[in-house]
């Protein structure tokens, strides 16, 4: 199983992006898919999460800018991230998670880049 992220880039403060991540190599759907993210010199932080029927979790400092989604015909799942940040620049990582057996299924990351 192979997650691939798509749509980093840079953005000015103020702007929007959306992520992608697809999935190939498998036909089964993840329980719960996500979005993590990891700044320099930071440790890897959850910034959004969506269970396979459609529940969501967020980060206190995405609330309200960023949205997830996920397409479970397509197994994908999508990051809309509105009203950027400059502390929101990071590598952002796509996250698939089978609860039974447990699997644990990361992406290489992409970057976002927010300048003031």
């Known amino acids: 199983v192979q997650l691939q992220a798509y749509g980093g880039g840079l953005v000015q403060a103020g702007g929007s992006l959306r992520l992608s991540c697809a999935v190939s190599?498998?036909?089964?759907?993840?329980?719960?898919m996500g979005w993590y993210r990891q700044a320099p010199g930071k440790q890897r932080e959850r910034v959004a999460t969506?269970?396979?029927?459609?529940?969501?979790h967020y980060a206190d400092s995405v609330k309200g800018r960023f949205t997830i989604s996920r397409d479970n015909d397509k197994n994908t799942v999508l990051l809309q991230m509105n009203s950027l940040k400059p502390e929101d620049t990071a590598v952002y990582y796509c996250?698939?998670?089978?609860?039974?057996?447990?699997?644990?299924?990361w992406g290489k990351g992409t970057l976002v880049t927010v300048s003031s």
């Open positions: 190599g498998s036909t089964f759907n993840f329980n719960i």
């Open positions: 969506i269970s396979s029927g459609g529940s969501t």
């Open positions: 996250n698939g998670i089978i609860l039974g057996p447990y699997g644990d299924y």
